[in-house]
């Protein structure tokens, strides 16, 4: 990734051998940090207007305050930016929700539906363990408890693991006793299970 100021892109790993975490947004996208941001983009601004008649020493005597308001800069916006991504956090979940009988849930109906960029899905559902691995976690666990209340039984296995979006009955009863410790077969409203 890319840090971009007025038009200046900084590799991420540039600005790491400085000590600096650089946000996932450019500097124009930065909410939240207020004078500091405006600052910035002026310091960076007039620099780059400058840069055709500043010496190497000026450059190099003003690189280490225009860094150290750059860090400033970032610190706070990563600081501003976790609300932002807990909603981000909880409207994936809720969506997945929603839709999670949806045989057609991908990454990229996901991302369409709530306005994300596929880079955007993917950093906020790592948490999760990622978007497939959550959207396969849900989906077992309401399999589970479908099964558990007696919702279906053994011979509509076959539609419940086409209808949660599992390619074959056999991926999906791999994945069922990989998860439950039993193939969604043993399932029933007496069934106890730990999970």
Do not use: W
């Amino acid at each position: 990734g890319n840090f971009e100021a007025n038009g200046l892109m900084i590799a991420n790993s540039r600005l790491a051998r400085h000590g600096i975490a650089a946000p996932h947004a450019s500097i124009e996208q930065i909410k939240g940090s207020g004078i500091s941001t405006r600052l910035l983009q002026l310091q960076i601004s007039e620099l780059l207007t400058a840069s055709s008649v500043l010496s190497s020493e000026e450059a190099q005597a003003l690189l280490s305050p225009t860094l150290t308001l750059l860090k400033a800069v970032c610190s706070l916006a990563r600081k501003a930016s976790q609300p932002v991504e807990n909603l981000a956090l909880a409207r994936f979940k809720a969506f997945i929700k929603e839709n999670l009988s949806d045989a057609d849930l991908s990454i990229e109906m996901i991302s369409d539906r709530l306005g994300m960029s596929r880079a955007t899905l993917y950093r906020v559902a790592e948490p999760l363990g990622g978007v497939r691995k959550y959207i396969r976690t849900q989906r077992l666990k309401l399999a589970h408890a479908k099964l558990l209340a007696g919702e279906e039984s053994a011979r509509s296995i076959t539609n419940l693991a086409f209808d949660l979006g599992f390619g074959t009955e056999t991926a999906f009863r791999r994945a069922f006793k990989e998860a439950f410790g039993m193939p969604p077969s043993q399932m029933n409203p007496s069934t106890k299970s730990a999970h």
